[in-house]
T-cell receptor, first 114, second 114 residues
Framework: GENVEQHPSTLSVQEGDSAVIKCTYS??????FPWYKQELGKRPQLIID?????GEKKDQRIAVTLNKTAKHFSLHITETQPEDSAVYFC?????????????FGQGTRLTINP | DVKVTQSSRYLVKRTGEKVFLECVQD?????MFWYRQDPGLGLRLIYF???????EKGDIPEGYSVSREKKERFSLILESASTNQTSMYLC?????????????FGPGTRLTVT
């Protein structure tokens, strides 16, 4: 089955700097790669996603890149702000029995230092 | 606005008890999922359902069962609770209409088994 590895487990950056979180996956049939953000005490929420027919996607200060050959994808956050502090999860999935079954990485706790 | 609710935010049960966790979504979503979240392990899929009365095992189904008799409700059952089932349990739902893959999460139930 699919296996997703996420690094680093914790990341601390100065406000205004960039943050990069990396994930690798094992199943070459995976075709959808979302990133979820979970603030302290709150539910995970989708912040950006990418499908396997696209190499890069950007939404304001966040971007995701996908390298299908190497089976890895990354989240990039530029001009970090205190509200970016949260746990970030990557995931990979492919269609399974009528549902898009997600396999999540272990999570990265991002701390933005003022 | 999608709303996913879970029956309890906090629950304390004794070893050997039968435990029911309920999840309700109000957006007529076909797919529903149960995850458990543990530090350093990310979110792991227990069971999912791609439609009413349909259920499939996820990655860690042992010790759990599920029920989906109505489209809006997906129940997770711990047949005989054990201390290693102490965890945060998250429910999610997703619509298959429109081609979107986003999963919407509930607020979570923190279960403690003593």
């Amino acid at each position: 089955g699919e296996n997703v590895e996420q690094h680093p487990s914790t990341l601390s950056v100065q406000e205004g700097d960039s943050a990069v979180i990396k994930c690798t996956y094992s199943d070459s049939a995976s075709n959808y790669f979302p990133w979820y953000k979970q603030e302290l005490g709150k539910r995970p929420q989708l912040i950006i996603d990418i499908r396997s027919n696209v190499g890069e996607k950007k939404d304001q200060r966040i971007a995701v890149t996908l390298n299908k050959t190497a089976k890895h994808f990354s989240l990039h956050i530029t001009e970090t702000q205190p509200e970016d502090s949260a746990v970030y999860f990557c995931a990979a999935s492919r269609r399974n029995q009528g549902a898009q079954k997600l396999v999540f990485g272990q999570g990265t706790r991002l701390t933005i230092n003022p | 606005d999608v709303k996913v609710t879970q029956s309890s935010r906090y629950l304390v049960k004794r070893t050997g008890e039968k435990v029911f966790l309920e999840c309700v979504q109000d957006m007529d979503h076909e797919n529903m999922f149960w995850y458990r979240q543990d530090p350093g392990l990310g979110l792991r899929l227990i069971y999912f359902s791609y439609d009413v009365k349909m259920k499939e095992k996820g990655d860690i189904p042992e010790g759990y069962s599920v029920s989906r008799e109505k489209k809006e409700r997906f129940s997770l059952i711990l047949e005989s609770a054990s201390t290693n089932q102490t965890s945060m349990y998250l429910c999610a739902s997703r619509s298959v209409v429109g081609g979107g893959y986003e999963q919407y999460f509930g607020p979570g139930t923190r279960l403690t088994v003593t």
